[in-house]
């Protein structure tokens, strides 16, 4: 006759006993980061850049603030949403770093592929070029998954 001990299994023994898979990771090798001098020339190079300086505007409509301005020669874009109390400073990006900072913002680790508004929001917070929405939508609805 034998009996049958320890039928179940507790969650300390299946922590044990369970394997461990490799966490999954887009390949980085393309994200190479910029410096300044780099950022500096390669807004110099682009005329839409310079032509959003040279307006000199600031925008102002239902309560929102846009203008933007040199700093220490990098091009800054100023978003003030006086409702909420918002006021960020953008870098203006040029058409090469773009798809750089899109690919990190949703191909990354921290990126989580959580949709476009997200991904726009995360962009925005620190960035900022013409036709941004429309930019980050495509590359959010055209992913496709290198892993």
């Keep these: 006759m034998s009996m049958m001990v320890g039928a179940a299994t507790t969650r300390a023994q299946a922590k044990r006993e369970a394997v461990t898979k490799p966490l999954r990771m887009p390949d980085i090798e393309g994200h190479v ?8 020339k390669l807004q110099q190079e682009d005329t839409r850049i310079l032509a959003l300086v040279d307006a000199g505007r600031t925008s ?32 203006v990006l040029s058409k090469p770093l773009r798809e750089y900072v899109m690919s990190v913002a949703h191909d990354s680790i921290t990126g989580a592929h959580l949709g476009i508004r997200r991904r726009k929001d995360k962009v925005l917070s620190n960035f900022y070029w013409p036709r941004v929405d429309g930019n980050v939508k495509k590359y959010c609805v055209t992913y496709v998954s290198g892993l």
């Design 33 to 40: 980061g910029v410096d300044r001098e780099q950022l500096i």
């Design 60 to 91: 102002r409509r239902g309560g929102k603030i846009v203008s933007f301005e040199k700093v220490r020669v990098i091009v800054y874009r100023r978003y003030q949403d006086l409702g909420r109390n918002v006021h960020v400073k953008q870098v």
